[in-house]
């Protein structure tokens, strides 16, 4: 039985490495993810939640940042130390850091969320196999993806430096939130000396 188990694995590998599944990577020439491409037509039901996390010597973000952008228009922005921000179903409500929790959001009409989307799609966040993107090691600073777009439903962990770029680039808008979360930071480091 054993043998057989192993002769069929040895069959199936070989089968994925000269099919070319094994071979190809996730992403392309320029290092975007091979993704799905199609036009977006913005819904109020679609919905795209990233949770940005910063690398350890980034010294302008230097705590999580969740980005939730609602087909309705609204982006919500949120930084801080509280476990909500990594894990927004968390109960640790005995953490220090559970309401070190900064907020800030904006409006944008139809046209521009419309747009928004687009970037993202185009950037490479509905990938065509998204098990063998997740699959990738990842370093900071990397991010967790889990949208809405229309019909296609995307889980995805990447660090990939289009989709992060694209995100640092969106993060920007709450520029003052961020600054506000980092001398928060700063204090009590100053506290604590």
Known sequence: MKTTAAIFALALSN????????????????????????????????W????????SDDSEIRNI???SIYGTGEILFRTGRSPRLADAFSDAVNDPYWNDYYSDRIHLDRGEIQEVYQFFVDEGIVP???????KQPYTKPYIT???????????????????????????????PTIREASMAVDAEAQVQK
């Open 48 to 55: 795209i939640e990233i949770v940005y996390f910063p690398a």
């Open 145 to 175: 993806v889990a949208a809405q777009i229309g019909t296609e439903k995307v889980r995805l962990l990447t660090d990939n430096k289009h989709l992060v770029q694209l995100t640092e680039e969106a993060m920007e808008n709450f520029r």
């Open 15 to 46: 089968a994925l490495l000269f099919s070319g599944c094994a071979s190809k990577p996730p992403v392309d020439g320029e290092g975007r993810i091979i993704h799905k491409q199609f036009e977006v037509e913005v819904s109020g039901l679609d």
């Open 65 to 67: 940042c969740r980005l």
């Open 128 to 134: 065509k196999n998204q098990m063998r993107v997740n």
